[in-house]
């Protein structure tokens, strides 16, 4: 039977006929194993110095994409030639060993791709790579496109700045050449240096002349000039701020009040040591700008805004007269203050920690008592540090330790949740502290010590093996550490690292190693130093003291003793004090030798100390010469850390000669102008003799030039012929010293005062009618009653001060730090130079347990000095109330110090 197919139908089994076979084609070839997915490239390094607006090398257009890769199982083709083209500065020889490829070796794209990376790096050029076969393999063609460069660039319109300072800004000092493309960098550094110089004004241009829209077919560089216009200098005439209603600016130069001051601003005015103001830098004013808004986020104005209103310049543009505008707000309140104590485990997972609520290991009433931030009170961000500190100090001290050594599990006070409500300006503040783990000290380490042995710095420390960490003890001991002086370096205080500690973990998560880190420091000081002074005149001293000596660890040889001292490997190490002083002077000529073994039992705490000293005095008094030889042995006891009591015995030979006889005769005394008591000292030398008996109490932050603490001293001594003297008296004297500083940030250099206060009296007993005129009080000179000469202050007979047997002194000072400086790798300020400003008054009686108020004196005065690295102080005292006979005017001066 015939059928007859319609055309149309024929066509469309065709059509599936065809997409059958091709289904089954395409599921063929995805089954057929193909080769491997290349692997996947490190990215490449990027340059040394990125270069963000210059293309890097296209590699792909370089002629290295997958076409020239090797393939699986093919041999790569042989390089058999190399041609570069398009260099101009370097040969071809070194675009060829940039590259890295060698004729006679597989062509490799791999070393290709890091040689137009080496290319870059070394030349600053860019290359384009492209492959031909050639007779036995491959040849090479490098097409090289080198970056336009001049190889001396130069400044012009430049005087105000050194060339020098132009390069080093530039970071063209170790580099002369400079690609064309760096200099629009360039410019913008030469800008930001002008304008940290105060050159508010100032402009470049970049002149660029030669080649650089083209390559020159002879060869030449291109030429870069940095065309400078640098304006004024720019000084700050004023800062004015308005609209600081509630923290208005009062008083001037360093009593000084108000948001300024408090923002501690850089920017100022023309004062006594800045006659020119400072130098307007807009980096500096930005500072200053947010220094002030924390100053009110301090003090809860959360909401204020404080912005430049104005720029007021001269006419002539070289002042400037800043306006600044604060819009205040309100002050935010204390809503509710709440504490939560939290749970932390650490989440590897999400590298955070996870919280959740904990039990107070410190009941949570005793940890609000600490607080003084409390409902209905401003709130004042400085007084939710002071919590923290206060809470952080409370756990420390159960052994819960917030140190960045044991973060992951220590105690810490977390960001405070605040609630703010800002129509009613007022916050809800919850304090969240992670407790951590109590910690118990395992072992005390000891780091640094390279020649003091362990037990000196040991004994400073309070904290032993098996007790609980307490925080409160272990800076305590850090402080008594720093306060020896062994580990202190005040000829380079900002390159020497003070002593720290840092705890380390043990298998036991509960017991941690305490380990005191120090560096040792300046501990054998030699001194060369002169100066003019009314208590000695002019003078020279020569002094060698070593505070951590060891008179039992002596050099190897003689010839080496200077070198070995030098290196802190003879007499060094165990703690004990050397002084040797030699002062030659017009007035005063003297020497002095002293040692001290502080730890005479190696008790380590409530120590044993012996001391003994000689020293020898010259003076050319007012109306007669003195001559002391004195000896003296003093053992002492430590109770306690700050409290010791010393027994001793003094042995003095006293000569008083050459009484004047030009202003009256000797006798008799009424009718001279000589004090009665100096009578029974003529005659050839006359020995003091008797047991002493002093009692100290020291808590100072350091023995040298404290800033904080309390010292009391009280020396008492009874002579007479019972112990083998010529006069029979006693006398006691008590000094007090008080140091405290203004409120302000833990560590910083802040002002601070000085109180001070002495009381003494001395009396006659037994066959001796008086005390001996040079064993009575006086006051005056550089130390006590500045203003009035060396023993120049009365009451006096005729014009010499009769001493006194009941003596008052008092000095408030008010010390100012002129200049600080940061120890680099630290925040601690050092203090450089400071100005005191002081006060002081006294009265002397020749009568003991008296003091007539009629024989007052007082003086106001300054004193200029340079703190570290040693000591310059210039003195100025004035008188204010004085009495008949007084002798006035103070000035001393240390010149030169050495030390190692």
């Not at 020898?616 to 003296?632: K, L, P």
Request: aromatic letters at 12%; a negative charge.
């Amino acid at each position: 039977m015939n059928v007859r197919r319609r055309p149309g139908l024929q066509a469309l089994w065709a059509l599936c006929a065809v997409a059958v076979l091709l289904c089954a084609a395409t599921t063929a070839a995805a089954q057929e194993p193909g080769p491997p997915p290349p692997p996947k490239e490190e990215p490449a390094a990027p340059p040394e110095e990125p270069e963000p607006d210059v293309p890097q090398p296209d590699l792909e257009r370089a002629g290295l994409g997958a076409r020239e890769q090797a393939q699986p199982g093919r041999r790569a083709p042989t390089l058999v030639a190399i041609v570069v083209e398009g260099q101009r500065r370097y040969t071809q020889a070194q675009i060829i060993a940039a590259l890295g490829a060698k004729v006679g070796e597989p062509y490799d794209p791999a070393v290709v791709e890091k040689g137009l990376d080496t290319l870059w790096r070394a030349f600053h050029a860019k290359a384009r790579v492209d492959l031909r076969e050639a007779a036995g393999g491959v040849e090479m063609r490098v097409v090289v496109d080198e970056m336009n460069v001049d190889l001396e660039p130069r400044f012009v319109g430049y005087s105000e700045i050194d060339l020098d300072d132009l390069k080093r800004w530039a970071l063209l000092e170790d580099r002369g050449e400079l690609y064309l493309y760096q200099a629009e960098r360039v410019r913008q550094r030469l800008l930001e240096g002008y304008r940290r110089e105060g050159f508010y004004f100032v402009e470049v241009d970049v002149v660029r002349r030669g080649t650089d829209i083209g390559v020159d077919p002879e060869g030449a560089l291109p030429d870069v000039i940095f065309e400078i216009r640098e304006g004024p200098r720019v000084q700050v005439q004023d800062v004015l701020v308005t609209g600081n209603d509630s923290m208005p600016e009062t008083g001037m130069w360093w009593w000084k009040g108000g948001l300024k001051k408090l923002a501690k601003v850089e920017l100022g005015g023309p004062w006594l040591f800045d006659w020119n103001g400072e130098e307007f830098v807009t980096e500096k004013l930005d500072a200053d700008l947010l220094a002030m808004r924390e100053v009110y986020r301090d003090r809860g104005w959360l909401d204020a805004v404080v912005e430049i209103d104005r720029l007021e310049f001269s006419a002539d543009r070289s002042e400037v007269t800043i306006h600044v505008i604060v819009d205040e707000g309100r002050p935010y309140t204390v809503e509710s203050l709440e504490i939560e104590a939290v749970e932390r485990t650490w989440n590897q997972q999400r590298q955070d920690y996870d919280e959740a609520s904990a039990d107070f290991v410190i009941p949570r009433e005793e940890l609000l008592a600490l607080c003084r931030l409390k409902p209905g009170r401003r709130y004042e961000r400085f007084v939710q540090e002071a919590d923290a500190a206060a809470i952080r100090d409370r756990y420390g001290r159960e052994g819960y330790v917030a140190h960045p050594s044991l973060r992951l599990d220590g105690f810490e006070f977390l960001e405070p949740r605040l609630v703010f409500d800002p129509v009613n300006q007022r916050v809800a503040v919850t304090y969240r502290i992670a407790q951590g783990k109590q910690r118990w000290i395992r072992e005390v380490l000891m780091t640094g010590t390279t020649h003091t042995r362990d037990r000196v710095v040991r004994r400073e420390v309070d904290v032993l093996p098996g007790d609980v960490a307490d925080l409160t003890k272990i800076r305590r001991a850090l402080g008594r550490i720093y306060s020896t002086g062994y580990f202190n370096d005040e000829m380079r205080p900002l390159e020497h690292r003070d002593p720290t500690f840092t705890f380390r973990t043990t298998p036991d998560p509960n017991w941690v190693d305490l380990e005191y880190q120090v560096q040792e420091g300046t501990v054998v000081n030699f001194q060369v130093q002169g100066g003019v002074d009314s208590n000695s005149g002019l003078f020279g001293r020569i002094s060698l003291t070593m505070r951590n000596a060891d008179l039992a660890a002596p050099p190897e040889s003689l010839w080496s003793t200077f070198g070995d001292i030098y290196d802190k490997s003879a007499f060094h190490g165990a703690g004990q004090r050397i002084d040797l002083e030699y002062m030659p002077g017009t007035v005063e000529n003297s020497y002095r030798i002293r040692f001290l073994e502080p730890d005479l039992f190696r008790k380590h705490f409530d120590r044993w100390s012996i001391e003994f000293e000689l020293n020898r005095w010259e003076r050319s008094q007012r109306f007669y010469d003195e001559e002391r030889f004195e000896r003296r042995i003093r053992l002492g006891r430590e109770f306690g850390r700050e409290f010791a009591l010393f027994m001793g015995y003094r042995f003095t030979d006293v000569e008083v000669d050459d009484l004047d006889q030009g202003e009256a005769a000797p006798v008799p005394p009424n009718e001279t102008g000589f004090p009665p008591s100096i009578y029974q000292q003529l005659g050839g030398q006359k020995l003091i003799a008797g047991p002493t008996l002093d009692l100290n109490y020291r808590k100072l932050d350091t023995l040298f030039a404290p800033r904080e603490g309390l010292q009391v001293i009280w020396r008492n001594g009874v002579y007479g012929s019972a112990f083998g003297g010529d006069f029979d008296y006693w006398s006691a004297d008590m000094d007090l010293d008080w140091f405290f500083l203004t409120p302000g940030v833990e560590g910083e250099v802040r002002p601070g005062f000085h109180i001070g206060l002495g009381l003494a009296v001395a009396d006659a007993y037994g066959d001796t009618e008086e005390v001996p005129y040079t064993e009575r009080f006086f006051l005056g000179g550089s130390r006590l009653l500045r203003g009035f000469a060396f023993r120049g202050v009365g009451p006096n007979l005729g014009s010499n001060p009769l001493g006194g047997q009941s003596s008052f002194d008092t000095t408030l000072e008010y010390r100012i730090p002129l200049y600080k400086n940061v120890q680099p790798g630290t925040y601690k300020e050092i203090e450089m130079f400071r100005l005191t400003l002081f006060g002081d008054a006294g009265i002397l009686d020749p009568e003991a347990f008296r003091l007539d108020p009629d024989e007052l004196r007082a003086s106001l005065g300054f004193s200029l000095g340079m703190i570290s690295p040693f000591p310059v102080m210039l003195n100025f005292g004035f008188p204010i109330l004085e009495g008949e006979g007084d002798r006035k005017q103070v000035f001393s001066f240390s010149i030169f110090q050495l030390a190692f």
